[in-house]
T-cell receptor, first 113, second 117 residues
């Protein structure tokens, strides 16, 4: 089975802190994705990566950056956390190709105080 | 651009009732279609998929048929259980999407299903 592991299930940080969310997949997938999920808004794509060191902005990249130094690891960085970034963050990965399903981690519930 | 529209929830059913969750889409090409399920406190899991017109995806008693003429992919189950209570997402992937859009999914808003004993 595909395993996508997010480093924390719950995280509490303070406004202005730099926050790192880590995601690791074990299936040699080319693509990796970061979403945030908020009630009534569904899933919104923050960033995705289709290869090592390659990244593309999603629908809501403002206030976030990403890093992909190794194929299996994709990090989401909140440069200066703000309360409106309190949310559920989901990581996903998939093989390259237009009809490949994405496989999701269990999510990180991040609270910014 | 691509979009997915799901029926609004929440949907509340009694155990053993018939379930339909509607999903319609717009896409520039010939997309692949997916249903994902999210149980409380968990990430999304792939429930089923269909990659071309008239394909039927099925899993765990759930079914959905790719209807190109109506641009729909409705999720159905003949007899729901309490354990089916979850959020259900319809999604599409457009294999003709150019450049780095290749491989991205477009999600619907999600439909909350609650099944009572």
């Amino acid at each position: 089975d595909v395993k996508v592991t997010q480093s924390s299930r719950y995280l509490v940080k303070r406004t202005g802190e730099k926050v790192f969310l880590e995601c690791v997949q074990d299936m040699d997938h080319e693509n990796m994705f970061w979403y945030r999920q908020d009630p009534g808004l569904g899933l919104r794509l923050i960033y995705f990566s289709y290869d090592v060191k390659m990244k593309e902005k999603g629908d809501i990249p403002e206030g976030y950056s990403v890093s992909r130094e190794k194929k299996e690891r994709f990090s989401l960085i909140l440069e200066s956390a703000s309360t409106n970034q309190t949310s559920m963050y989901l990581c996903a990965s998939s093989f390259a190709g237009g009809n490949q399903p994405q496989h999701f981690g269990d999510g990180t519930r991040l609270s910014i105080l | 651009g691509n979009s997915v529209t799901q029926m609004e929830g929440p949907v509340t059913l009694s155990e053993e009732a018939f379930l339909t969750i509607n999903c319609t889409y717009t896409a520039t090409g010939y997309p692949s279609l997916f249903w994902y399920v999210q149980y409380p406190g968990e990430g999304l899991q792939l429930l089923l998929k269909a990659t071309k017109a008239d394909d039927k995806g099925s899993n765990k008693g759930f079914e959905a048929t790719y209807r190109k003429e109506t641009t729909s992919f409705h999720l159905e189950k003949g007899s729901v259980q309490v354990s089916d209570s979850a959020v259900y997402f319809c999604a599409l992937s457009d294999p003709l999407a150019g450049g780095t859009s290749y491989g991205k999914l477009t999600f619907g808003q999600g439909t909350i299903l609650t099944v009572h004993p």
